[in-house]
């Protein structure tokens, strides 16, 4: 395979740290794109032509200069755990995977400062042992990146009390832009917005300094409802309680818990279900108020459980998907915002005009410090055109879609429009980091529109 640029980047990096053989840039050109029925055979072909495993900020530099001067492409990774292609290269070139970048920096007084390739996982566990926690994470945070959920995702599990990313999530990043010299910039406030979620368009971060929260026990509890309204009611009722402390919120209807499998027997069927992760303490409060919506606590697993066994977050976020595709390959999914007022007629529509060709599955979060529900619902797929006919039906009833079959940032869906076009433009002046994210256009410089993910 003749690349041109081998030679050089072996001389830089070793052969221990440039992978060049098929097997592993097949793999570490990957993500889980296939979640997306519609991205999987546009991305399944897209390959990069090395991989580099740089250990740390040093031997990054070098290789993002010889990058520059050789007008290389370049796609940052982290564990590849994300769903729309943030991690696949669309015009070749090379994978950075930062994934060796994994040590953490200092942890206490509430902040932890890490290098980008830790594991969420990781973190979390050390984090605890000392006190504190993770304000939110994936649902794959065991092998997710902390650089990875900054770049390529949003919220997850604690964003129903902390809210998303860019809810005050992150604290400080150290970015590198794609320069002849590489600068390093420290990018703190109203400037990380164009960096959280960025897919590493416009700068590669390699360092971050997090909140935590302190540590809390946590129970979890299944609470089921004869109908699915009042399952989200309730949660709605438990989001806004701000005496009982919560990590996880989500609402789902009737038949979704068949599909997870390990703990199906936990769920009464025919019923709606609540996940929950609330402080043990809490139980009284939220039988008390299951019971004012109709419904009822059927399985909790105790704090001295958590996370000794496969815990209930576990089955919630993206992983309900993941779980639903384990047991029928056809399914994909939405991500959706309903509107605060009007959801239960949302949720009658949808219902009416698709059955159950569409599954709701819901996570209450707060976003800028308000409620609000978030949806990841299932999709029994029969065709793109189809999938965008029900899109078109959700955007119509005035629920917002978050588009996960398109691998196009359009301007990161956050903060001031084209304002991640113009720090690219800045930090990137070739063009180089990850081509064909940022903008719907081939040229990144002209601009364009598509759906973000929020």
Known sequence: MAIGWEKDMLDLVGDERLLLDAESRTRL?????????????KLRQKLADGVVLPSNEEELVKVLSLAYRRSIPVTVRGAGTGNYGQAVPLQGGLVIDLSRMDRILELGGGTARVQCGVKLGTLERRAREEGWELRIYPSTFMKATVGGFVCGGSGGIGSVTWGNLWDGNVLEAAVYTMEAEPRRLVVRGQ????????YGTTGIVTELLIPLAPRTEWMQ????????GAAVQFGEALTRDGSIAKRLVSPMEWPIPV??????????????????????????????????????????????????????????WNHTTL?????????????????PGDYLKQMGLIKSAFGSEVLLHFEWIRSGGEPALSSLPLVKYRSEERLYEIIAFFEKIGVRIFDPHTWVLADGGRGEAGSMLRRKRLNDPQGLLNPGKLTASPHEEEGGTAHGHG
């Open 221 to 228: 509890s299944i609470v089921q409802f004869p109908e699915l």
């Open 323 to 339: 779980w639903a595709l384990k047991g029928d390959p056809n399914v994909t999914y939405l991500q959706a915002g309903f509107s």
């Open 29 to 41: 050109s990957k993500d889980y794109y296939w979640y997306s029925p519609v991205l999987e055979p």
């Open 259 to 316: 599909c997870f499998t390990p703990i199906a027997s936990r769920f009464q069927p025919e019923e709606a279900a609540v996940l929950l992760e609330t402080a043990d303490v809490t139980y009284g409060a939220v039988q008390k108020l299951a019971e004012d919506f109709g419904g009822g606590i059927g399985h909790v697993t105790e704090a001295a459980q958590y996370r000794k066994t496969i815990g209930l977050s576990d089955f919630t």
């Open 191 to 198: 400037e990380l917005f164009d960096y959280i979620h960025n």
